[in-house]
């Protein structure tokens, strides 16, 4: 029986009531604080930071950037390997999990859909007429029949209109 237990019992013994149970079970569990943790990453973080303005004023290459650092309070989805904290992991692992199911991952399914889609970029890629729409046709035959109006009215006028050069007539004056 520990000291507290000891106190304890002497101070309820006398007034009749029962004392609670004040053991551990109902405690919510503490987090491990990982302030060292964050402090050293922070540190290091500093120090690259350091190195690369040192690098870039003299002219040389950057240095590697600094490995990640992993937070040990977040969770790792086991389909995606992505980590998350606990309330989005709950979320994200059932997703995840409904992802993974919906995927295929038989060889000769795969092989069979690759086929597939090197024969579609194959289409693909045959060029094609293109498709004259309604108003476009319409636009060509008058173009074409407007140029066909100009060359029969070019035909039967002078030399100096036809050469492309526009001649300026002086007003006839009247008396």
């Not at 350091?50 to 950057?62: H, N, S, V, Y």
């Not at 969770?75 to 995840?96: D, G, K, S, V, W």
């Amino acid at each position: 029986m520990s000291v507290g237990e000891v106190l304890h019992q002497m101070f309820w013994k006398g007034t009749g009531q029962y004392a609670k149970d004040f053991s551990t079970k109902n405690v919510p569990t503490v987090k491990k604080s990982n302030w060292r943790q964050q402090h050293e990453d922070f540190i290091n973080a500093i120090r690259s930071a350091k190195q690369c303005t040192i690098a870039i004023k003299e002219g040389r290459p950057l240095p590697p950037p600094p490995p990640p650092s992993i937070n040990p309070d977040y969770i790792q989805c086991p389909y995606c390997n992505r980590r998350f904290n606990e309330t989005a992991a709950e979320r994200h692992i059932n997703f995840c999990k409904d992802q993974a199911s919906r995927r295929v991952f038989n060889p000769a399914q795969k092989a069979a859909k690759l086929a597939s889609r090197a024969q579609n970029k194959a289409q693909v890629n045959s060029k094609k007429e293109p498709t004259v729409t309604s108003a476009v046709g319409t636009l060509l035959q008058n173009r074409t029949m407007d140029s066909s109006k100009d060359r029969s009215a070019k035909a039967g006028a002078s030399p100096e209109s036809t050469s492309g050069i526009k001649v300026k007539k002086s007003p006839s004056k009247k008396d």
